[in-house]
């Protein structure tokens, strides 16, 4: 499902439908305060790391989980992930084996993370914190969950891009709020924008009075492979939160993307929505594209017909992550 444009308006004009629809906004936000409050159910012994978000939908916690797991590596750190797992079928707690699970088992992000670190899927969080816990990890890197009170959080990054910002401010369905920024900052260790210089600036002008706590700032980067973007022409297609950002990534790079195909947010990859594509790539002499996240989910029989790009969090200053880092170390 797409989110509806009017969420990104300003939060000074958020729009007639926004209005019409605060109300259950703040019903919304009522029914999330209600669960945050709730006790934990887990006391971990181990430093949990949070990496969330107030938005619905994609603001680049993959990119960042990526970030900070190199980053503790780089500290001597055994870090683990834990993940709800969302499109999987598996309940958990059980970790992640590439070469026995796929994405429909486990969901597409667990997937792709365990290829960094071990990874770990449950929907009951609390439960996977303590199976990583148990299995020796000196951290857990809580892949989303900051508003599931299951587990407490010692450090919490709230990902934001920037240049959507909080969108019009308000909860859902009136916006792509999870909960009130205020709120939600008020639980936060760091808030990390990303996105250009560009919207770096715009998101400052708009939210910046209301970031209360320390600001980092990166963009996400394709990951330099030697591959020559402009020779072929491309057919690109992308089921995350905003696939405009990543058709945007290609054309940066000189890509000639003749037909572009936004997909909802882990939308199954069916053997008739591949086969249409790659019918159009063959008319074309196009070769297909996707993200890293998407080519987790292809069948077999198109992973050497579809070209991944890889794309890495490049955070300017991580002064305020590490100094928070020490501190649990």
């Given at each position: 499902?797409?989110?509806?444009?009017?969420?990104?308006?300003?939060?000074?004009?958020?729009?007639?439908?926004?209005?019409?629809?605060?109300?259950l906004?703040?019903?919304?936000?009522?029914?999330?305060?209600?669960?945050?409050?709730?006790?934990?159910s887990?006391?971990?012994?181990?430093?949990?790391?949070?990496?969330?978000?107030?938005?619905?939908?994609?603001?680049?916690?993959?990119?960042?989980?990526?970030?900070?797991?190199?980053?503790?590596?780089?500290?001597?750190?055994?870090?683990?992930?834990?993940?709800?797992?969302?499109?999987?079928?598996?309940?958990?707690?059980l970790?992640?084996?590439e070469?026995?699970?796929?994405?429909?088992?486990?969901?597409?992000?667990?997937?792709?993370?365990?290829?960094?670190?071990?990874?770990?899927?449950?929907?009951?969080?609390?439960?996977?914190?303590?199976?990583?816990?148990?299995?020796?990890?000196?951290?857990?890197?809580?892949?989303?969950?900051?508003?599931?009170?299951?587990?407490?959080?010692?450090?919490?990054?709230?990902?934001?891009?920037?240049q959507?910002?909080?969108?019009?401010?308000?909860?859902i369905?009136?916006?792509?709020?999870?909960?009130?920024?205020q709120?939600?900052?008020?639980?936060?260790?760091?808030?990390?924008?990303?996105?250009?210089?560009?919207?770096?600036?715009?998101?400052?002008?708009?939210?910046?009075?209301?970031?209360?706590?320390?600001?980092?700032?990166?963009?996400?980067?394709?990951?330099?492979?030697?591959?020559?973007?402009?020779?072929?022409?491309?057919?690109?297609?992308?089921?995350?939160?905003?696939?405009?950002?990543?058709?945007?990534?290609?054309?940066?790079?000189?890509?000639?993307?003749?037909?572009?195909?936004?997909?909802?947010?882990?939308?199954?990859?069916?053997?008739?929505?591949?086969?249409?594509l790659?019918?159009?790539a063959?008319?074309?002499?196009?070769?297909?594209?996707?993200?890293?996240?998407?080519?987790?989910?292809?069948?077999?029989?198109?992973?050497?017909?579809?070209?991944?790009?890889?794309v890495?969090?490049?955070?300017?200053?991580?002064?305020?992550?590490?100094?928070?880092?020490?501190?649990?170390?």
């Amino acid at each position: 499902m797409r989110a509806p444009e009017f969420w990104d308006n300003p939060p000074n004009r958020p729009g007639i439908k926004a209005n019409l629809l605060a109300p259950l906004g703040a019903l919304y936000a009522i029914a999330t305060a209600k669960r945050i409050s709730k006790p934990a159910s887990l006391k971990p012994t181990i430093p949990v790391i949070c990496i969330g978000n107030l938005n619905a939908g994609g603001t680049g916690k993959t990119p960042t989980a990526m970030a900070m797991i190199q980053r503790l590596q780089g500290m001597g750190k055994t870090v683990h992930v834990v993940s709800r797992g969302y499109g999987g079928s598996l309940e958990g707690p059980l970790q992640v084996n590439e070469r026995i699970h796929q994405a429909s088992d486990v969901g597409d992000e667990p997937l792709l993370l365990a290829a960094f670190t071990p990874t770990w899927v449950a929907k009951d969080r609390a439960s996977g914190v303590r199976a990583a816990q148990e299995a020796g990890a000196d951290a857990v890197l809580l892949d989303d969950g900051f508003q599931n009170p299951s587990v407490p959080k010692d450090f919490s990054i709230i990902v934001v891009d920037a240049q959507r910002g909080f969108g019009n401010g308000l909860c859902i369905p009136a916006g792509p709020l999870r909960e009130p920024v205020q709120a939600g900052l008020s639980r936060a260790d760091v808030v990390l924008s990303i996105g250009s210089n560009k919207a770096q600036s715009d998101f400052l002008e708009i939210w910046g009075s209301s970031v209360t706590v320390p600001h980092a700032k990166g963009e996400v980067m394709p990951l330099e492979t030697g591959m020559d973007w402009t020779e072929t022409p491309m057919i690109a297609f992308a089921g995350i939160g905003y696939p405009e950002k990543f058709f945007g990534t290609l054309r940066t790079l000189g890509a000639n993307v003749v037909q572009t195909h936004a997909l909802d947010d882990h939308q199954p990859l069916t053997s008739s929505l591949l086969a249409r594509l790659d019918a159009d790539a063959r008319k074309l002499g196009a070769q297909l594209v996707t993200t890293e996240k998407d080519a987790v989910r292809l069948p077999a029989a198109y992973r050497q017909k579809v070209l991944p790009l890889p794309v890495r969090l490049e955070i300017s200053d991580w002064s305020v992550i590490d100094n928070a880092l020490n501190a649990l170390f």
